[in-house]
């Protein structure tokens, strides 16, 4: 069944908005390396490529269904955040903007009746579950810390620890 255009649209608009998360994430990860801060930087690098493959998964998809991707402008992301907290809690405002997105373009497919863009779209809807939890823990840990610059060394510390042995890892989208 092809796509209607309705929902090929929107899942071009998708994909720039993932490509948009990439960026962003990206340059958060830039601004925190700079700083010092590489566990941190690593996160959000990883969260970063995270971004990347869900625009791929979805232009997958379209390739699957013969349907035509187009390739978005991304925006510049904005390069500097003045304290960490602040980054990490951009991250969960557009991870929620990203998540209404998924369920407006779910709802958009139910509608349609095209129920090969919904069993597609389940797996983000869960996946922006994952997305917000890990950012809200990552939140929580800093709270912890309150305004101690030695509480967000421990912390970055972690974070290291933990990039290193995802890096090991097969690693997941
Ligand atoms: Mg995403």
Redesign the pocket.
Known sequence: MALSKKIHDALNEQIA??FQ?HFIYRAIAMDLYEKGYDGFAGWMDQHSK??YG??ERIIHFLRENEARVTLPAVPKPQDTWPTVKGAVEAALQH?KK?TAD?HGLHRLADEDGDLATVSMLDW?VS??VE?EHVVNRLLKRIALAGDSPIGLVVIDNELKGGADAAAGSAGGE
């Open positions: 908005r993932e998360a995270e971004e869900h625009a991870e990203l998924i983000f996946e922006q997305e």
